[in-house]
């Protein structure tokens, strides 16, 4: 008898938001699609998406927690509930075996010629663990997965670069701005 792989994915907030909440429910409805219901450990969710009756939602209490050490604990609480034989994914620098990376600090720093202050070294420390755990990679960019080899130094075998789904609603709209370019000329 095989035993079913439960999968779960961290992240701070269940909603639509910006590149990687959306990220996240493509990813619920491509499990989805393949009769798989994973268990999302949250702080917060948004009931009224469709994409809620797709998961089973594990709410984790970070209302107490100042803001800049809600990934901590998110990380140290989701790590708590989790069952031994999940295979857990992050959008969020959480200890998993699968951390989903669109994006880095020390990246965001280099780019905005920014020193790092107090609370970046925090940030970029608990991105330096979450990355050195975990199992597997996923960079959204050839440029992500370059930051991650030299300014993390994880390992290149331990990443795979694979971009994000487009939106049809992207895309719909970036067709309707380049027709409207073009009328204007």
Known sequence: MTKLI??????????????????????????????????????????????????NPIKINLSFVPKKWRTSFLSYFSNKYKETSEVSLTTSYTLSDVVICGGNHKGYLQASKKK????????????????????????????MKKELVELYHISENKIDVIYPPLIQINSHKSMNIEESNSEKN
Do not use: W
Request: net charge positive; glycine share 6%.
């Open 116 to 143: 790092p202050s107090i609370s970046d070294r925090f940030k970029i420390m608990g991105e330096q663990k979450s990355l050195n755990q975990s199992k597997y990679v996923i960079a959204h960019s050839a440029l």
């Open 6 to 55: 439960t999968i779960s994915l961290t992240c701070q907030k269940f909603q639509y938001g910006g590149g990687m909440e959306r990220y996240l429910l493509d990813i619920v409805n491509g499990l989805s699609k393949t009769n798989i219901t994973p268990k999302i450990y949250s702080a917060k969710f948004d009931t009224t998406l469709s994409e809620y009756n797709l998961i």
